[in-house]
Structure formats: C-alpha cells, structure tokens
C-alpha cells in the first residue's frame, strides 16, 4: 500500500449502499466505524496526511498488470501515463514488465529519472509540442505516436542525420466500438489520428516513408479503444494501439490494417505540410 500526495478536492465518502463498491479498488471494504478500508489500510488516511491524498492499493496495481501481461504474452503492453503517474507508479510497471505511454517532456523526463528504459516508452498525444518532440529524441524512447501529417515534417525536421526514430500512426479506423458517444475515438468525426476512410491514413504511412533513407521499422496504431483503460496493448488484444512485426500486415480488414516503417530526415526532399 502506498500513499502518495496528489491533487484531489476531498476523499470520496462512503456510498449509502456499502455494496455499491464498484469505483473503489477490489480491496475497499467496509469497515465498522463507517469508514473505508483499501488494501487493509483506513480512508481515514486523509485525516492524519492532510487532503488533497491518493491512495493506492499497490498489490492491485501489480495484479493489473500482471493480468494484462498474462492474457498477451506476445505483445507489448503498455501503461498510459495519463491515468496516473509518480516515481513508484514507474518502478511498478517496470518492475511488472510493462512499457509506458507518455504524453509530455515532463512526463518523460520523469520516468527516465526513475531509471524507466526509454527504449520501453512510447510518446502519445494529439498536441505535441516541439520540445516534447526534441526530449523524445534526445532520450531515445522506443516510438513516437505520429497523430497529424502536420508533425511528421515537424519530427522529421528535427531527426538528426543519420539517424532513425522508430514511429507509429495513430489511425481512425472509423470504428464506433462502445462507450459514451463523447468518448469514442475510433470515428471520424473528432480530432486524434488519421482517418482509413479519407485516405489521411495512407497518405501518412507514404510520407513517412518517402522521407527517411532506409529503416527496418515500426507499426501503426488505430484509435478504436475498448475497455478497460487503464493500459494499452497491442491490436492483438481488440485494444487501441500496439504493433505488429513488419511481416504481419493485415490487410482483409480496413480496421486492422497494421504497417510499419521509421521516420527519418530526407537529404534530398524533407517533408512538407499538406
């Protein structure tokens, strides 16, 4: 069990239904004072840390992962970041054998701090900054998710010569798989990734690798996400992103057709925006 300091307004109360514990981990129980008690440890935690204060049920965090882990031995599972990230939420995932999805510098730099293989850590997110692009390169991560045509000239620019970055394509396979209508991510109509329907998809993959030199490379990643959320595997898993080898393009299915290549920095005709 660890308590980790992190910004929330006040610890959630009791449910009037002390049954209704679905939102808790699946250690909360309730105790005879009225209380909640996770991973054995009082929510009355908040009382002697003071408030804002996460408490986190390591043990299930690890059982998590090792679930995932277990039920795709050969793909890469990945830890998105986002969900929630501190030094010992890093050493777990490492520990437990799983990559990372970082979404910033900061992000990253963190994890890299905390002795997290960059090789093993992918940066994601639709708004990428040039900075997060250059840390990206700078500390080696595994893959740069590519989410626009915009940033392959803005990444290839950047690349230094010589060198390769391995990527992926965040593709929207126009897809309206489960969850709310506000958070489904594999139709066409909101902003992440590149869409099969419009060609945008394609017209990525080509300029990727029209602007590199040679390379054995990546894959591709299509934003059709299905629960639970919490991490991220490999297409294999009907989750929204991962890899497939360079051999194992599928091309029977618009949804799932998974290529591969490594962005670099053309000699001769650089990429543009178009």
Known sequence: ????DAPLHVLPQVPADADDLAVWPRSTRPAPTGDLTVGGVLAEAADRFGTPV???????????CRTYRTAFPEADVVYAAKAFLCRAMAHWVQEEGLGLDVC???????AVTTGFPPERIVLHGNAKSPEDLRAALR???????VDSTSE?????????AGTRQKVMVRVVPGVAAGAHVKVRTGTDDQKFG??????????????ILTSRTSNSWACTATSARRSPPRSRTSPRSGAW???????????ASPSRSWTSAAATPSPTAPATSS
């Open 1 to 4: 069990m660890s308590i980790l």
């Open 54 to 64: 996460y408490v986190l049920d390591e043990q299930e965090i690890r059982e998590r």
């Open 104 to 110: 910033s510098a900061g992000e990253l730099a963190l």
């Open 139 to 145: 500390l080696g991560v595994g893959r740069i998710v």
């Open 152 to 160: 392959i000239a803005r990444l290839a620019a950047i690349t230094p």
């Open 194 to 207: 590149l869409s099969i329907t419009d060609g945008s998809a394609q017209h990525a993959v080509t300029r």
């Open 241 to 251: 992103s991962g890899c497939w080898p360079a051999s194992a393009t599928n091309t």
